[in-house]
């Protein structure tokens, strides 16, 4: 009976030597096979970034971008090869896999806004929406773009303020990027009083013109014409181009322009208007 039981005790520890053996030796392998992964993740997604930057053709932050992906990524293969790996060891993953359900489920509420932000960076990537310093108007807000991060835009306002925009709201918005635009548009209502006589509102048609041709900085295909009878003056309509497309240079091209026009009116004596009434009293004949 002792003899058996050595004997069992002999096989039994002989079997554990085998299993730690094959235990220790797809540890190490699964280890080398995960950083092989691991760098020829790290090979690509370098690659990957030198390419946008080297192109100039991504208007977001790809050396942040990029990397979080890879991240991802590398989450993955981490988590299928050890998965896989005590998956052929007996170990059930039923308990693991219900674990990080829930895990992911707390997760995924607490973190949506930010997954959702990452997605939406993705998405103004793809679209090649804008890049820093460029002027957009986005919705209400309107500024230079200051700052792009994988969650969030930062943008300063006209009023100067930083506005921190997240990606995913971005991505769901209405954008016009200004600064691609080739030129920028000058739309201006000058209103002359009702007694204002034909030839001065004629001359003053002229000016409006004659000080466009002059200004250098605005392209000459533009149109000048009687736009309505309003209540309290008549409206002379301008609408033309700068040649620019900087906001900064587009205002001070515009106001060159509206000081001319009103210089010269003072000058001719063509007065401009502004709201008033007229009251009109009956005799009483008592």
Do not use: C
Request: no cysteine.
């Amino acid at each position: 009976m002792l003899d058996e039981l050595l004997a069992f005790a002999d096989k039994f520890d002989k079997i554990l030597t085998a299993f730690k053996i094959n235990l220790i030796a797809g540890t190490i392998i699964n280890l080398v096979i995960i950083i092989v992964l691991f760098k020829l993740t790290d090979i690509f997604t370098n690659k990957l970034k030198e390419k946008f930057i080297k192109s100039g053709e991504s208007p977001l932050p790809v050396e942040h971008i990029i990397p979080a992906i890879g991240k991802v990524v590398k989450f993955l293969i981490a988590f299928i090869i050890i998965a896989s790996f005590l998956q052929s060891h007996g170990y059930s993953l039923t308990s693991l896999i219900a674990g990080f359900g829930i895990t992911g489920l707390a997760v995924s509420f607490a973190a949506q806004q930010t997954i959702s932000s990452i997605f939406g960076t993705i998405a103004l990537l793809g679209d090649k929406v804008y890049k820093i310093g460029d002027y957009v108007k986005i919705n209400d807000l309107e500024g230079t773009v200051e700052a792009i991060s994988i969650r969030s835009t930062k943008i300063r306002n006209l009023e100067n303020f930083v506005v921190t925009v997240p990606n995913d709201m971005v991505a769901n918005s209405i954008i016009s990027n200004v600064s691609w635009a080739k030129k920028r548009r000058i739309d201006v209502i000058f209103g002359v009083t009702y007694d204002t006589s034909d030839e001065k509102l004629k001359r003053a048609m002229e000016i409006i013109n004659e000080s466009a041709v002059a200004n250098h900085d605005i392209y000459h295909d533009f149109s000048t014409f009687m736009h309505e009878l309003d209540s309290s003056s008549i409206n002379i309509r301008f609408i033309g181009y700068a040649k620019t497309k900087s906001y900064d240079t587009f205002v001070k091209i515009k106001s060159a322009f509206l000081f001319d026009v009103t210089s010269r009116f003072r000058k001719e004596g063509i007065e401009f208007a502004f709201p008033s009434q007229t009251v009109y009293m009956g005799k009483n004949e008592n």
